[in-house]
């Protein structure tokens, strides 16, 4: 390979170390926010129309929507392998502890995806779609918008273990919490941040039944509350809004309420409660355009954990199984 006269050794060096990821066959594409400009312009228009219709129809479908993006990205990055249905081969993410029985949300995936095949066929990853219909929900709901890094790939498997080990539970305490998403490269800050999304949503009376019956930083009032519906035992799928103050509007409430010993699931409360992250709650409780703004930052580097790109995976024609 001829150089130019002007190639310096860090020209020289990146073409060497370029050729050699060639060789290897890998992949270093980037993510970027025009990637589907010039192959299908209304990707992102038809995306967003079909997750406002979804909105319209059942507010809660926007926070489903965006914790798929977020049970998708922590388990092996974010490459749509939440969305692959159970084959002979492997059994997949839906079925996860973490998963099973209140991850929703597919058919309206399924939805757009079908829609947007229409307009660019083969074009668009599962992937993508994701990451976009959760910023798209979120300013539905009257959250912060942000620009999307896009060129994900899908994966052809999923991880039942993965799922099981490293989407955080609802019972972890904070040292706990602050360790799995320090594992996926986030700040403190980025993980109360990102918490913020339980501003709207539901959780299950299995999720939050310890809390209310057996934990004592919990508004009394609520707490009695929340038992006339979700009995000590049974009702295992009553749910409860995750945010009692504004549950279907994307804000600071959440906050607002950790600090008033209103958080629903024992993990939330934990953001607020004597440990390290109380100031920064404390500052989202009162500062919406300060959560917002980390908010969308952190969705971002979230939407950037471990893509495929390049020639790695594939673009899924149906987001339930690999081409």
């Known amino acids: 390979m001829a150089l130019p006269k002007w190639c310096h050794w860090k020209c020289k060096l990146g073409i060497s170390l370029f050729i050699l990821a060639s060789s290897a066959g890998l992949a270093y594409a980037q993510l970027s926010s025009d990637y589907y400009a010039m192959t299908c312009p209304t990707a992102l228009s038809t995306i967003r129309a079909a997750v406002h219709s979804a909105v319209i129809a059942e507010h809660r479908m926007g926070a489903s929507l965006l914790r798929l993006h977020f049970h998708d990205c922590f388990v092996n990055g974010c490459d749509g392998s939440v969305l692959l249905d159970d084959t002979s081969s492997f059994t997949g993410e839906k079925n996860a502890g973490p998963n099973t029985g209140s991850l929703r949300g597919f058919d309206v995936i399924d939805q757009i995806k079908s829609e947007v095949e229409i307009v660019c066929p083969g074009v668009v990853s599962c992937a993508d779609i994701l990451a976009v219909a959760a910023r ?55 993980m109360v941040a990102l ?14 039944r310890g809390r ?11 707490a009695t509350s929340l038992r006339s519906d979700c009995p000590s035992t049974g009702g295992d799928n009553i749910t409860s809004s995750l945010d009692v ?25 934990q953001l607020f409660n004597g440990g390290s992250t109380d100031s920064q709650v404390t500052s989202y409780s009162t500062d919406a355009a300060s959560f917002f703004t980390d908010f969308a930052t952190a969705m971002l580097k979230m939407g950037n954990l471990s893509p495929l790109t390049g020639t790695s995976g594939q673009v899924r024609t149906n987001c339930r199984k690999a081409n």
């Open 195 to 208: 918490s913020g999304a339980h501003t709207i949503g539901q959780a299950r009376c299995i999720v939050f």
């Open 245 to 269: 103050t504004s549950p279907v509007t994307f804000d600071n409430a959440y906050f607002k309420d950790l600090v008033n010993n209103k958080g629903l699931m024992h993990s939330d409360q």
């Open 136 to 190: 798209d929900s979120v300013v539905a709901l009257g959250g912060p918008s942000w620009t999307v890094k896009l060129g994900r790939r899908d994966s052809t498997t999923a991880s039942l273990s993965a799922a099981n080990s490293d989407i955080p539970s609802p019972t972890l305490d904070l040292t706990a919490l602050l360790s799995a998403f320090s594992k996926k490269g986030f700040t403190r800050q980025e």
């Open 212 to 222: 209310i019956y057996n934990e004592s930083n919990i508004d009394a009032s609520m």
